[in-house]
């Protein structure tokens, strides 16, 4: 756990309600440290079957720790750094446990800013390779969807809903983070071809039940996001954050 208390804010004008949720979020973080881990990932296809890239196997080094939220961002979370009137979801109850989503990258990187000014942290969203990393379980790492029936799915994620779920309602993966799969797809850095989204809600599967596959990289513009087979990301984005060990 992060040591950070109250008394390391750095802005006043908090009230402790929003003090206290913000070092919450703080002490979420969980280390990962570094290491290599192999992402077999597999064919992505159009619905009619055909090629967009092939599969191939890819091996994500990593040479510093950092620390990973345990949950993606929540509504509460987004709100007690940047206000009650500044909350971009739009969700029909009130439950502080689920994830703020409908958030640009530009949002993200505001959020980011205001959090680090009131911190005096480096908070950041994921790289690609950091979020892929860590989902998969760290170092050595394997965890996976494939080969998994239906109910063991559900047990780790969520899937054919069409609205964000409450974090943390599912089993966590092997370091610990929960929702890496099954909720909101998550911004990272983007790159010079588009936003990169990970994670996000099992909307559907081949014509039979088995067997199940999962695309862990989920990396696309606006036009492909209808492309995808199989499993697709299709609700609005959220994030997580990544705080560096240095």
Known sequence: MINFNLEDIKDNSLNLSQAKIIVRLIQ???????????VNREDVKTFWGTLIREAEPQNILIKSDFYIGKFPVTREEWCAVMGVDNDPSDYKVQDENLPVYNVTYEDCLRFIIKLNRITGLNFSL??????????????????????????????????????????????????????????????????????????????????????????????WTEDDREKRFGYVVKLPHGLRLVLNDN
């Open 28 to 38: 979420n973080m969980i280390h990962v440290p570094k290491g290599e881990v192999k």
């Open 126 to 219: 994921p790289s690609s390779e950091q979020w892929d990393f860590a989902a998969h379980g760290g170092n050595g790492g394997t965890y996976s969807f494939q080969g998994k029936n239906k109910e063991e799915i559900y047990n780790l994620a969520w899937f054919e809903t069409n609205e964000p779920m409450p974090v943390g309602s599912k089993a966590p993966n092997p370091i610990g983070l929960y929702d890496v799969f099954g909720n909101i797809g998550e911004l990272c850095i983007k790159d010079d071809i588009g936003d990169i989204v990970k994670g996000g809600n099992i909307v559907s599967m081949r014509y039979n039940d088995s067997p199940y596959t999962y695309h862990y990289e989920d990396y």
